[in-house]
């Protein structure tokens, strides 16, 4: 990604994690975590962070933890949808229900961390990942 491009391009695909990160600026702060399939109850590895990016809150998924791996990203809230994917369509169909039930159930709480989660100290964050509920 060149130093003039922003996210915004990225209409066509699921940008990786990798040019996320580059995109942020020098003094961005972001919070992450990679949840793995025995926390949440999804066949995947869920990936949470505080806001990063031009866009709304969302987690990502991926069947391997990775910068360059192919992703899907959710919507978080009461009704959350699918908004992107490099996934194949047959894994995204295998991953997609649980994985929205489970954003579903945990909304209020990703919400939060999406939009406080910077400001946490290190046992708050380990609370906040202990309250997050399995499907």
Not at 18 to 38: H, I, K, Q, S, Y
Not at 43 to 60: E, V
Not at 102 to 112: C, F, M, P
Not at 122 to 135: C, M, P, T, Y
């Amino acid at each position: 990604m060149g130093v003039e491009e922003s996210i915004v391009v990225w209409t066509d695909r699921e940008p990786t994690l990798d040019e996320e990160l580059r995109a942020l600026g020098e003094e961005d702060v972001v919070e992450m975590a990679n949840l793995p399939p025995d926390w949440t109850g999804v066949l995947a590895t869920i990936f949470i962070s505080t806001a990063l990016g031009g866009h709304g809150p969302r987690i990502k998924l991926y069947l391997k933890t990775g910068r360059h791996q192919p992703s899907a990203s959710i919507s978080i809230g009461p009704n959350p949808r699918v908004l992107a994917s490099s996934l194949e369509e047959r894994d995204l169909n295998r991953i997609a229900p649980k994985a929205l039930e489970w954003v579903a159930l945990n909304h209020e709480a990703l919400t939060r961390f999406w939009f406080e989660g910077q400001d946490l100290m290190i046992q708050d964050v380990a609370d906040f990942s202990r309250s997050l509920k399995r499907v």
